[in-house]
């Protein structure tokens, strides 16, 4: 079993900055994806950016330009750095990440944070 525990969530003003982070643990083999994902109350959840093990990243076209997305493999942690926030990026940042498990990686795993709730006021 693989948890995600993700964190650096808040309260900030349009046009500031926040760090989300991410950690895996548990029996990891490898890690394939890792991304965000953010959620509003009666909306799906949404992509924001993914990052696979190659380093290839994926945005959604809302936070390009103004989101990072970066990972650590030796840590098991990926990180979303957001700038020039605005009011329409408030809502509940999940972490994902899915690889495989065990010690010879024979079992997959897809699992989920939290959640972090990022505001933004104007």
């Known amino acids: 079993q693989v948890q995600l525990v993700d964190a650096g969530g808040g309260l900030v003003q349009a046009g500031g900055s926040l760090r989300l982070s991410c950690a895996a643990s548990g029996s990891i083999f490898s890690i394939n994806a890792m991304g965000w994902y953010r959620q509003t109350l009666g909306k799906q959840r949404e992509l924001v950016a993914t990052i696979n093990s190659g380093g290839t990243t994926n945005y959604a076209d809302s936070v390009k330009g103004r989101f990072t997305i970066a990972r650590d493999n030796a840590k098991n942690a990926v990180y979303l750095q957001m700038t020039s926030l605005k009011p329409e990026d408030t809502a509940v940042y999940y972490c994902?990440?899915?690889?495989?498990?065990?010690?010879?990686?024979?079992?997959?795993?897809?699992?989920w944070g939290q959640g972090t709730q990022v505001t933004v006021s104007s």
């Open positions: 994902h990440a899915q690889g495989y498990t065990g010690r010879y990686g024979l079992a997959d795993f897809d699992s």
